[in-house]
């Protein structure tokens, strides 16, 4: 489209997507360690993960490498925080 190299293109696109992904593990890790998700929004994450599994399919179906290792690593995170999400408030509300 701007006549950039393809590696420049794909070095920016792998750098981007390393970093909003790498974004969301403090908050798996916290979410984690304190066997805690009552301030998570589960809408939130559900909507945020139907997005990222969008796309993850947009990456496949243009054949974009970097949407689809950031987004899958994403939607592992995601996944792991809806998880978390229904897992800790279910055994929180029994106490």
Known sequence: MFGVD???SDLSGY???FLTTVAFLP???KTY???SARDI???MYLVF???ILLWLAHGLFVGSGPVVAA???GLVLSGAM???KIVFDRTGSKK
């Open 6 to 8: 393809p590696f420049f």
């Open 15 to 17: 750098a981007a997507g």
């Open 27 to 29: 908050q798996v890790l």
């Open 33 to 35: 360690r304190s066997r």
């Open 41 to 43: 929004s589960l809408v």
């Open 49 to 51: 993960t139907a997005g």
């Open 71 to 73: 987004n899958s690593v």
């Open 82 to 84: 809806l998880v978390m």
